[in-house]
Nanobody, 122 residues
């Protein structure tokens, strides 16, 4: 079973940048596709970005395309989400997910972290 631990969230102003990290343990990291999802208050869980097992393919939600970048370092068992030009509507709890299926839907991923809060003030 994989364990995922997110870090890097915080309170920033609109236009600022943050980098989220997700450290994985318990399984061979490169066996898993990785993704970031988020849940804003009062809203459903939303896909943000995903990356294939060796990082060759990435997907992004339209709302973050051009501003966010997902990457992974298999040697460090870590996936990252670089978030630039943050907007108040990016405010949410961000969750890291791992799965043997690669996609943009939450049910493709078997393992989930506890989440890290990102708050963007206007």
């Amino acid at each position: 079973q994989a364990q995922l631990t997110e870090s890097g969230g915080g309170l920033v102003q609109a236009g600022d940048s943050l980098r989220l990290s997700c450290a994985a343990s318990g399984r061979t990291f490169s066996d898993y596709a990785m993704a970031w999802f988020r849940r804003a208050p009062g809203k459903e869980r939303e896909f943000v970005a995903s990356i294939s097992w060796h990082g060759a393919i990435t997907y992004y939600a339209d709302s973050v395309k051009g501003r966010f970048t997902i990457s992974r370092d298999n040697a460090k068992n870590t996936v990252y989400l670089q978030m630039n030009s943050l907007k108040p509507e990016d405010t949410a709890v961000y969750y890291c997910a791992a799965g043997q299926n690669f996609g943009t839907t939450w049910y493709a991923y078997e393992y989930w972290g506890q989440g890290t809060q990102v708050t963007v003030s206007s």
